[in-house]
């Protein structure tokens, strides 16, 4: 008779994974934890994962000594029985760097494990500047001196935000309108500057910004949630589920190209009076009675100030720019029926002045049912969410895999 080894019940559970296979998911069950959640004792990995304290044990000396992680002193607490050591990320494990490429500024972090921004740069990108290679010059001028003084053993990816449609597999971007980009092969340009042995992803803007949002700013804790990310253009990245949606090849969420306006000004794409042609930056300025090529920070920062002292065309513009938005927010309550929507880039520093006219879109569009729990929120990580989620997309397969991390010693 055949006797049945005693991890059986787990392999049946992981589906006759091999052994090293459920290994490497149970190190980076645990590594994705303390990333997202911080700090925390073996205890509470135990109980968070579903792994015995004996297989914490030994995977957390694992990520010990691959540098990626620490264990200090138990914190002290009431009751029977010794506290559990406290397992965090160490300050010198592996980092990504992260870029964000957007119409009009550039920027540039080292990112650690944890979402820890140690060093970050951007600069304005002017109109004469977005040409692939003024773009890629800039992003050199940054990345290269923030990677001077990290380990090269230690830099584990290289990720890019990027504000136009990038296919996920190879990092072309087959087109970015507002940059005047087609069929762009991004990382593989980054890779003849950085080394072909650095992975290096490349993503839209707005589904990154999503996943950190949902990861580390407004959208903690939140299972649907849409990032709708304000530029020159309008995007929207979503989670649905806890997971993020991308289509076949990433190109999912063009948001922007709703028609909200059959009547409106027309838009690159082909079609009339899309959503970012009545909500845009440039529709902004040009209701505000200013050049609509004016776009970037300085221009929203004029409106806002006007504004902010009662100037009446400034209002007016917002007011005007709201309405239009509340009719794409209304559509997008209909379509995915979110727990929140998150308005990031300069949507999000005009919600204050907007928010009574989504409000009313949203009650007189939207279904009952699909508005009922929905929240409208500006975004909690401002001008960096896309960054962060560029971060996030490096860091992706040592998350799933720390196996991939090179040890302390051998990074040494």
């Not at 069950?29 to 297989?55: C, D, K, M, V, Y």
């Not at 692939?132 to 890019?160: F, M, Y």
């Amino acid at each position: 008779m055949n006797s049945r080894p005693p991890d059986e019940p787990t392999r049946s559970r992981h589906q006759g994974r091999t052994a090293e296979v459920l290994r490497q998911h149970n190190l980076g069950a645990i590594l994705s934890e303390l990333h997202e959640a911080g700090p925390q004792s073996r205890s509470a990995l135990t109980r968070r994962t579903g792994l015995n304290r004996t297989t914490i044990a030994t995977l957390v000396a694992e990520l010990v000594e691959r540098g990626v992680a620490t264990e200090g002193p138990a914190k002290a607490r009431r009751g029977p029985g010794r506290p559990s050591p406290e397992v965090r990320l160490a300050e010198t494990g592996p980092v990504v760097l992260a870029i964000d490429i957007g119409v009009d500024s550039i920027g540039v972090a080292l990112v650690g494990l944890g979402g820890q921004v140690l060093r970050q740069e951007r600069v304005d990108l002017s109109p004469s500047r977005r040409r692939p290679d003024k773009v890629l010059e800039d992003i050199l001028k940054l990345g290269r001196p923030l990677l001077s003084n990290a380990p090269r053993q230690r830099l584990v990816g290289i990720g890019v935000a990027v504000v136009g449609v990038a296919r996920r597999r190879d990092g072309l971007v087959r087109i970015a309108p507002n940059l005047g980009w087609r069929d762009e092969p991004l990382a593989a340009r980054l890779a003849e500057h950085f080394g072909a042995g650095v992975p290096i992803f490349v993503g839209n803007d707005a589904d990154l910004g999503a996943m950190a949002e949902y990861k580390q700013g407004a959208g903690i804790g939140v299972s649907n949630l849409v990032f709708l990310h304000g530029e020159v253009g309008i995007g929207a990245g979503v989670i649905l589920d806890d997971r993020p949606i991308s289509g076949t090849d990433g190109y999912f969420g063009e948001i922007g190209h709703i028609t909200v306006n059959p009547e409106g000004r027309p838009c690159q794409c082909g079609s009339r009076g899309c959503l970012e042609t009545e909500v845009g930056e440039p529709a902004l300025l040009r209701a505000a009675g200013m050049e609509p090529t004016r776009v970037g920070r300085e221009a929203i920062n004029e409106i806002l100030d006007r504004a902010a002292s009662g100037d009446e065309p400034a209002l007016r513009a917002l007011h005007e720019v709201g309405e239009w938005l509340g009719i794409g927010v209304a559509a997008i309550v209909n379509i995915f029926n979110p727990e929140m929507i998150v308005l990031g880039g300069f949507l999000a520093r005009i919600h204050h002045h907007v928010d009574s006219q989504i409000a009313s879109a949203v009650a007189s569009r939207a279904l009952e049912a699909s508005r009922a729990d929905v929240r409208i929120v500006p975004s909690r990580l401002g001008a960096d969410a896309s960054l962060l989620g560029a971060a996030e997309l490096a860091f992706a397969p040592v998350l799933a895999d720390p196996s991939l991390i090179p040890s302390a010693e051998k990074a040494a």
